[in-house]
């Protein structure tokens, strides 16, 4: 058993002061701080910083020099390491559009180190997000999508199948008509969230798509349509369809390059804390300080150029994804004025609630796992501990 002491502890609603939190695998009490303690208990001091859950990270290509597309063996837990040390104790493994074969690779191996459970001073691996293929062709970004492509019944009953059933989000561009009744009947029956992202979609056609299950926007102003002319017919775009309808829940690349101040303030000013999660979208130059990299698997992957502390493609045309960690996202948030609690909140509970594992993750609460951050007055990263072991 553990108690941290002399800290604030950092909830969805409040900061709680005068507390200790007891911890062993998982959180056990939170006492009074006057109160003795337990016989035998670890004591670690927070020096009058911040306590707040483990990040969640609903968003993450890779880091460390590694893509989760990668065949090297110790590429998928290298990722894991890399953004445990940055506060991210539980994090979804994003894929992106490539050739069949490395999809098909890649989410076996994702499965195989899903099943072997944490790797020593790792993130858990909850589970495996695709980003694509089947986005639209007019609205990519960085993504190397070379024409219109559709869900096919074969496809998704190969990809879940060699996942082993741990395929837990699927982005895709809805108005890609045919086979999107497919993919939204095939998620519905395995609880898979379906999320639109690279779509060219008008309101409309956006939530037409949220009564078909698509709950989610993938990075919210970042390959999403606003306000716009079709012919001679001003339609509004997806993200005017996110804030008009509440049960669409969003999240927003935190790394203070993709999303301005005022867009971030907008949003939660809009949505709340409880439907905003901030993710890194961070690619393998993450926690590195390369100058060029590869968005995706390294051989097929498409070069990039690394500046101004974000990804880009060399002709600077297109973000190609983040270079931050989660403890960047949270202090963007903060710089921008976000509020404390609900900067914590859109790092933790909220991206463990669209995931649906809030039930483990994601609070300071009895009986949830005991991921928990420690920083400093400046909100520097202090402390890191992933089911009650301390990793940094």
Request: charged share 25%; aromatic share 6%.
């Amino acid at each position: 058993m553990k108690a941290i002491v002399n800290g604030a502890l950092v909830t969805p609603d409040a900061v709680l002061f005068g507390k200790t939190l007891l911890f062993d695998e998982r959180i056990e009490a939170i006492a009074d701080a006057r109160d003795p303690l337990p016989a035998g208990v670890e004591t670690v001091d927070a020096r009058g910083g911040c306590v707040l859950p483990g990040f969640v990270d609903l968003h993450v290509h890779g880091g460390g020099g590694y893509d989760f597309l990668d065949p090297d063996p110790g590429a998928i837990d290298a990722i894991l390491r890399l953004h445990a040390a940055h506060g991210t104790t539980a994090l979804f493994a994003t894929t992106l559009t490539c050739p069949d074969e490395i999809l098909y690779d890649g989410v076996e191996r994702l499965a195989a180190a899903i099943g072997r459970g944490r790797p020593e001073n790792g993130s858990d691996l909850l589970g495996i997000h695709l980003e694509g293929p089947w986005l639209s062709p007019s609205n990519v970004g960085a993504q190397a999508v070379k024409g219109e492509r559709t869900p096919t019944k074969r496809v998704l009953d190969r990809l879940f199948a060699l996942s082993g059933g741990r395929i837990s989000r699927i982005d895709a561009a809805p108005e890609l008509s045919a086979g999107i009744d497919l993919l939204a009947a095939f998620a519905k029956e395995r609880g898979i969230l379906l999320s639109i992202a690279h779509s060219a979609a008008n309101a409309e056609t956006a939530l037409a798509a949220y009564e078909k299950g698509f709950t989610h926007i993938t990075h919210l102003y970042c390959s999403t349509t606003t306000e716009h002319k079709e012919g001679q017919t001003v339609h509004a775009g997806i993200v005017e369809a996110a804030y008009l309808e509440d049960g669409i829940t969003v999240e927003l690349i935190g790394d203070g390059k993709h999303i301005p101040r005022e867009t971030m303030l907008l949003c939660f000013k809009i949505k709340g804390a409880d439907k905003v999660a901030l993710v890194t979208d961070a690619m393998r130059a993450a926690g590195t300080d390369a100058t060029t990299s590869i968005l995706g698997e390294k051989k097929t992957g498409t070069p990039v150029v690394v500046e101004d502390g974000v990804a880009k493609l060399p002709d600077r045309s297109s973000f190609a994804g983040s270079v931050a960690t989660m403890d960047v996202c949270f202090k963007t948030a903060l710089r921008y004025g976000v509020p404390l609690c609900d900067a914590a909140r859109s790092c933790t509970l909220t991206p463990a609630r669209i995931a649906g594992v809030s039930a483990r993750k994601g609070s300071l609460e009895v009986g949830r796992d005991a991921d928990i951050l420690l920083f400093d007055g400046n909100f520097g990263l202090q402390g890191v501990f992933i089911g009650g072991d301390r990793i940094r």
